[in-house]
């Protein structure tokens, strides 16, 4: 199995950026497709964004197309997630995924990070 753990959440003003990040152990990164959730108070847990095992190919929410950026490091078993001009719906608890395959449509799937909590202030 793989372990995962997020870094680099906190509070950020609207229109301003943050950089996550997710270490993963275990078994080996590189056959695992990488994603990134989000569940915000009151509501469900919802796709963010996922990268394949290659790194070839990616997806996005349509909620955060244009503003966030996944991307991978094999050779450091890490996955990031670049968010730019943050806005205060984004606020969330984020998590860090590892699955088998790029099934993004399931939200609950393979290991998880205990989550990382983003707050954008107005």
């Known amino acids: 199995q793989v372990q995962l753990v997020e870094s680099g959440g906190g509070l950020v003003q609207a229109g301003g950026s943050l950089r996550l990040s997710c270490a993963a152990s275990g078994r080996t990164f590189s056959r695992y497709a990488m994603g990134w959730f989000r569940q915000a108070p009151g509501k469900e847990r919802e796709f963010v964004a996922g990268i394949s095992w290659s790194g070839g190919s990616t997806r996005y929410a349509d909620s955060v197309k244009g503003r966030f950026t996944i991307s991978r490091d094999n050779a450091k078993n890490t996955v990031y997630l670049q968010m730019n001009s943050l806005k205060p719906e984004d606020t969330a608890v984020y998590y860090c995924?590892?699955?088998?395959?790029?099934?993004?449509?399931?939200?609950?799937?393979?290991?998880w990070g205990r989550g990382i909590q983003v707050t954008v202030s107005s």
């Open positions: 995924n590892a699955r088998d395959i790029t099934n993004w449509g399931v939200v609950y799937g393979g290991s």
